[in-house]
């Protein structure tokens, strides 16, 4: 059983910051790639950006520059360092994470978080 938590979120001014995170617990015996998406209302949801076990990042064009991912892998946590809000970037914030559950089995599962609301307003 694995448990991916989000915080972070909540009300910011256009052109604030905010810095999400998400800690996974659980039975982990390995995290891959960690990763974060939103999906604004009637929307659907999108990707923000990965970053792999190694600290190789990608992101979506839209939000290269003003979004970093980083993680903690002593952690197991993942971060989302969001500058320069806009609007358009009021979301709820999921995180996502490729885990092997245990020593035995070799496949690696997607989980998600619950998902933190993000509002970008004056």
């Known amino acids: 059983q694995v448990q991916l938590v989000e915080s972070g979120g909540g009300l910011v001014q256009p052109g604030g910051s905010l810095r999400l995170s998400c800690a996974a617990s659980g039975s982990i015996f390995r995290i891959n790639a960690m990763g974060w998406y939103r999906q604004a209302p009637g929307k659907e949801r999108e990707l923000v950006g990965i970053?792999?076990?190694?600290?190789?990042?990608n992101y979506a064009s839209s939000m290269k520059g003003r979004f970093t991912i980083s993680r903690d892998n002593s952690k197991n946590t993942v971060y989302l360092q969001m500058n320069s809000l806009k609007p358009e970037d009021t979301a709820v914030y999921y995180c996502n994470a490729n885990i092997r559950t245990t020593m035995v089995i070799l496949r690696y599962s997607d989980y998600w978080g619950q998902g933190t609301q993000v509002t970008v307003s004056s």
């Open positions: 970053i792999t076990s190694g600290g190789t990042t």
